[in-house]
């Protein structure tokens, strides 16, 4: 690698000539690639132009396709003549429309084979306009407002140059601890696949030659949310019917979305690191998924395989990451190093990197950057624009849960004359934005200590922050904060965790509020004032006394730019709050993992078993304990369940019918029930349905989620909602094979795994 970059020297004189020629050569390389006609190219000619390329290109062309590098990594001065050299075929964090479309001429017209780049970035939730955090667009149990966040973020994105963005994140996860719990979309495997169908199709749009198109990488592949612990980076051990049924799902349904591109993960699963898999990658992915897209690395994985005592050196980990089919290494550079000799001592086929340098050619070919390789400066003018940021409105009030309403004391009447803001999170525009922001910005960012003002005037709002920040441990603040209180109608507190306590890094051993925020809490609920406490978090934290000491209690995440007015909406009551928990909420570490489709164990726990703590006499009595499967303090239920979500108006679930009690495993149900609006406000629910396999060939879990509506209802309104359920859905993997197994099995329509209408059928 050295001598790759260390022999290139590129002169002044030449790179002063560029700069004078290159805007105008770009001008003209622009028109005549947007007046290119838009088509697809079909299958058939990508095979042919792909083999027709890779026939003429050196092996070091070919192993230059496979690196893709940051250009931190690298002296500015050795870039270009890299690129013109061909020893990189993408770039990650490269910024700026001049700067990429200077890299990419330099590809297109100096290079020998004229191979464009691909410039790929993390854009998570948002580019400039920042959405809520992935975790809570999964609140919003709304693909469909997803998709459409998806599709602005590729279209900011790709104004700037980006063709490729690591996203969407879709691993699942049980662990709350884990900081980048953020960056998925929660527990369930129905629900997260949901999500990954509707994130892929957004970023890549309906026509992958189209200049907004973005292609998707699906990652991370995979099981890096199930890291011991909750510790990022950790060792994985998942037995292979959760791996199938659960944490693959949503790769699976990201294929079938069309996911052009793959990531490998970190971590070590079951004894053999993701990126040097053989039986994720190669069996799974490519032989029983038939995935003929491409595989990149996550950031440095292939040489990491030497600490996780994998390879012996970053020979090795080149050998087993082309081995398992890592088509592209992200960062590390061990292709660039080692590739050759693998082949030359007969190691490494050739076809195993011609199979390689295919999927990274077709790739190219299919986003038409053959065609079209330079970003038009105009697009640009898209930025933030004002339907953008409304939508990351929408989106962020359909994703803020209400967890607690005593005596309707949420939404405040706009005419109230007085209102305290309070808390670390009411004015902190970067906080807001949540983890994985690369290119939104804080100056963007509306707050909830703005969006109120702009709703009562200055003069109602009695704004004390009481602490700094989160983990803030000074208690100066709480006399002002309590003062603001008492001189206010209501207390609007706004607690929870800045953005860089959650994400890639930011694992947390207790997830409780952090700092003295509780001890605040407490200190204004005395003044005897309704209190609503909004959590603006990156993970599900543990705020059982929270939620006691408070009146209503509002989870809003990380909301993204426009958390502050879609707060506000909720908060006075514009629109009722309607998102449901991707996610069950713990009331502490100590319950970690508790997810709901968990299997009953042979003593399953009830409210007649469980023994409190506290309740069990000083001297031990046997015959007091309920020898059944919960915590003698944290008892046998979470403090709420996934699913779970509250209504500015109340649902009256009815009526439960089944098309038929049996079906073959061909068949198909279909289920309704009735919906009623009780209450006074208008108000969508979402209605979700569950089924429980009661006897397998291996233990089934207590519930499992197969279906969910999102449902507008006017006041007073009574809808019939209606679920198709194959029997296919409830096929799983036992093991040995995938099966659909005859036998009784429940079923529920209701608000959230909890409760609901019940009702049974069976496969015959
Ligand atoms: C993360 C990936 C990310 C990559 C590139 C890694 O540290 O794990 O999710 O896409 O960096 O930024």
Redesign the pocket.
């Known amino acids: 690698m050295t001598d790759i970059i260390g022999s290139v020297y590129f002169s002044k004189v030449v790179f002063h000539r560029l700069k004078s020629f290159s805007f105008a050569l770009f001008l003209f390389g622009l028109f005549s690639a947007t007046s290119c006609k838009q088509t697809q190219l079909k299958g058939d000619d990508i095979d042919s132009r792909v083999k027709r390329l890779l026939s003429e290109m050196t092996l070091e062309e070919k192993i230059g396709q496979m690196s893709q590098i940051d250009p931190i990594s690298m002296p500015a001065e050795q870039i270009d003549q890299a690129v013109r050299e061909g020893k990189f075929g993408s770039f990650?964090n490269v910024f700026g429309v001049e700067k990429i479309n200077k890299l990419q001429k330099i590809a297109m017209e100096e290079s020998r084979l004229k191979i464009p780049l691909i410039i790929g970035r993390?854009v998570i939730h948002g580019y400039r306009t920042i959405f809520p955090i992935p975790l809570a667009m999964a609140a919003t149990w709304n693909p469909e407002i997803v998709k459409k966040a998806f599709r602005i973020s590729s279209i900011e994105a790709s104004s700037q140059g980006i063709k490729w963005t690591?996203a969407p994140?879709i691993d699942i996860s049980w662990d709350p601890r884990w900081g980048r719990i953020a960056e998925g979309c929660g527990e369930d495997p129905y629900l997260a696949s949901a999500f990954a169908k509707a994130m892929v199709e957004g970023i890549q749009g309906e026509q992958l030659t189209d200049p907004t198109a973005v292609a998707a990488c699906a990652?991370?592949f995979v099981g890096y949310g199930f890291a011991e612990g909750g510790r990022d980076y950790n060792t994985t051990y998942i037995s292979e019917p959760i791996l199938r049924n659960v944490v693959l799902k949503p790769f699976k349904a990201a294929q079938e979305a069309g996911a052009l591109t793959f990531?490998s993960a970190?971590n070590d699963l079951n004894g053999v690191p993701t990126s040097g898999n053989e039986f994720t990658l190669r069996q799974i992915l490519r032989k029983e998924w038939k995935y003929d897209g491409m595989v990149v690395s996550?950031?440095g994985s292939v040489s990491e395989m030497i600490s996780h005592g994998y390879c012996a050196d970053e020979k090795e980990a080149a050998l087993k990451a082309i081995t398992a089919g890592v088509d592209m290494e992200?960062s590390s550079i061990t292709y660039a190093q080692h590739l050759k000799s693998l082949i030359d001592e007969g190691k490494v086929s050739l076809t195993l990197v011609d199979e390689a340098v295919k999927n990274i050619l077709k790739l190219k070919f299919k986003l038409g950057l053959f065609e079209n390789p330079y970003v038009n400066p105009e697009a640009e003018k898209q930025m933030l624009a004002p339907e953008f940021l409304d939508h990351a409105r929408t989106v962020a009030r359909q994703s803020t849960v209400l967890l607690k309403n005593e005596m309707n004391t949420l939404p405040l009447s706009s005419d109230i004359t007085s209102v305290a803001v309070i808390g670390p999170l009411a004015d902190a525009p970067r906080d807001q934005l949540g983890t994985w922001v690369f290119d939104g910005k804080a100056e963007n960012s509306v707050t909830p200590l703005t969006a109120i003002k702009e709703v009562l005037g200055n003069a109602k709002v009695n704004y004390a922050t009481g602490l700094k920040y989160s983990r803030d441990k000074s208690k100066t603040g709480f006399a002002e904060a309590i003062a603001a209180a008492k001189k206010s109608q209501a207390i609007l507190f706004f607690a929870g965790e800045e953005w860089i306590l959650s994400g890639?890094g930011q694992s947390r051993g207790e997830i409780n509020l952090p700092g003295v925020q509780e001890e605040l809490i407490e200190e204004l609920s005395k003044t005897g004032k309704p209190m609503m406490v909004i959590v603006m978090a990156g993970r599900p934290l543990a705020i059982g006394k929270v939620v006691e000491k408070s009146n209503a209690l509002l989870y809003a995440w990380h909301g993204g730019s426009m958390a502050g007015p879609a707060l506000a909406d909720l908060i006075f009551g514009k629109e009722s709050p309607s998102g449901k928990l991707p996610v069950t909420f713990v009331k502490g570490s100590g319950q970690i993992p508790f997810y709901y489709y968990h299997n009953n164990t042979g003593r399953p726990a009830n409210a007649k078993s469980w023994t409190p703590m506290d309740s069990i006499p000083v001297k031990n009595s046997q015959a007091s304990l309920g020898y059944k499967s919960f915590h003698l303090d944290y008892g046998f239920t979470p403090l709420f369940p996934f699913g779970y979500g509250l209504s500015y108006t109340t649902f009256k679930y009815s009526d439960l019918v089944l098309s038929s009690t049996e079906m073959t495993n061909k068949g198909s149900l279909t289920i309704k029930a009735s919906l009623l609006n009780v209450g006074n406000v208008d108000a969508d629910e979402i209605v979700q349905l569950y089924i429980r396999d009661r006897v397998g060939s291996i233990t089934r879990p207590v519930k499992e989620l197969k279906g969910f509506k999102r449902i507008h209802l006017k006041s007073r309104e009574t809808v019939s909602v209606t679920f198709e359920l194959p029997a296919s859905a409830l096929e799983f993997f036992n093991g040995k094979e995938n099966v659909i197994e005859p036998g009784a099995f429940d079923i529920w329509v209701g608000p959230n795994s909890d409760e609901g209408l019940h009702s049974e059928f069976s496969i015959k």
């Open positions: 990650l993390d690591f994140m990652k991370h990531m970190f996550d950031w992200m890639e």
